[in-house]
């Protein structure tokens, strides 16, 4: 069996390093393809490197751009390497435009299409990732799900029969780079941030409000600064060093674990955050209406916030312990190979 695989943002290259590490294992001739969405070393390479993904078999080069450009730029390049490689699969990751690109051109091109972390859902229709979402679930031939609630999802739009329950590749991954990497400067007792999503930081006046809220914690704040953030900030006139705020460059996954296991808080809008805060028991202020993670809300361990009141909700009281594990036992990435072995 052939199975190719597309990544190309940052998270896609996290959930793929045990996706590999498994086909390995079952012996599954596997090919990569880079879309080139994220091109950043800080946003890239260091993940192949550190989580030791084999490199890119093919890298489409398309860099950033308008949601059309980019998601068409890949579209196009896609018909040539389907038509160079002829998979038994195509397997996209989460959310994003790379996501999108390669799920319409495996269907065009008819070759079976896996989405793994199917059924994920904000219910936010205007949100980048949403449409995604839910555009490759409908697209797709079998659906990897995370968790029971996107399952119940899936079934809810009629597409359950194509569904599998997994678990989450987040939790495989988390497993197995804990203890490797080492905290960064600063990260002991306090409140590691990261914003990067558009709804925050396309709108200079909310943006504004989030760094100020983040200015004003007591604990004092590492900022990973994503470079739309950085970019946004720029335009808009708006100082990220601020008060309690330290500017770092975004770091590698291995280092990221380190440093949220000796942070005292997360405050974020990203959602493999939201997990890896809540997988290691680090209380999570999310800067959003909705989360797709509502596991980590049930439980008491995640707030979504308006800017507003960030700073209370970072100050609220510790959370009741859990051993609630919604999120697998870290062996998704087998059955998801599993699933692509037994569909063929
Ligand atoms: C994308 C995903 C988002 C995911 C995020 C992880 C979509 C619609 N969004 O958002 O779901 O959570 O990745 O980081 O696919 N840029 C660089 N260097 C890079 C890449 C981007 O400087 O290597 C800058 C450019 O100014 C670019 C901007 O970041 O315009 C946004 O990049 P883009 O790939 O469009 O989306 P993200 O915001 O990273």
């Not at 972390?117 to 079998?142: I, Y």
């Not at 990897?144 to 079934?155: D, G, R, W």
């Not at 808009?236 to 975004?250: A, E, F, N, Y």
């Not at 942070?263 to 800067?287: N, Y």
Request: aromatic fraction near 4%; glycine fraction near 8%; charged fraction near 25%.
């Amino acid at each position: 069996m052939k199975v190719l695989s597309v990544v190309g943002a940052r998270p896609q290259f996290v959930k793929l390093a045990p996706v590999a590490d498994a086909m390995a294992e079952a012996g599954v001739e596997h090919l990569i393809v880079h879309t080139g969405q994220h091109y950043d070393p800080q946003l890239s390479d260091v993940f192949f490197r550190e989580l030791a993904i084999p490199a890119p078999d093919e890298h489409l080069g398309v860099g950033s751009g308008g949601h059309g450009a980019q998601t068409g730029a890949i579209l196009a390049a896609m018909d040539g390497v389907l038509e160079r490689h002829s998979p038994d699969w195509v397997l996209v990751y989460g959310d994003t435009n790379s996501t999108l690109a390669a799920a319409v051109s495996a269907v065009k091109l008819h070759v079976p299409l896996a989405h793994l972390e199917a059924g994920l859902r904000s219910f936010d229709r205007r949100m980048p990732e949403e449409h995604n979402r839910v555009l490759t679930d409908h697209a797709a031939d079998l659906l990897l799900a995370p968790t029971e609630v996107a399952m119940a999802h899936l079934h809810n739009e009629g597409v359950g029969e194509r569904s599998v329950l997994v678990g989450d590749v987040m939790t495989d991954v988390l497993q197995r780079s804990r203890g490797v990497g080492t905290a960064i400067e600063g990260a002991r007792d306090s409140v590691i941030a990261t914003i990067h999503r558009a709804e925050n930081t396309d709108d200079p006046e909310r943006l504004a409000d989030i760094v100020a809220a983040l200015a004003s914690l007591r604990a004092p704040v590492v900022l990973l600064a994503h470079p739309r953030l950085r970019d946004r900030a720029a335009r808009s006139g708006i100082d990220l060093r601020q008060g309690s705020i330290r500017v770092h460059d975004p770091i590698g996954y291995p280092d990221l674990i380190a440093s949220l296991d000796v942070a005292a808080g997360v405050v974020t809008d990203s959602g493999g955050l939201q997990k890896e805060a809540f997988l290691l028991r680090v209380p999570c202020t999310t800067v959003r209406a909705q989360t797709e993670w509502t596991e980590t809300v049930d439980l008491g361990w995640n707030v979504l916030v308006e800017p507003a009141d960030l700073a209370a909700a970072v100050d609220r009281a510790a959370p009741e312990p859990t051993d609630a594990a919604p999120y697998g036992d870290g062996r998704a990435a087998a059955r998801a190979v599993a699933a692509l072995l037994d569909r063929r």
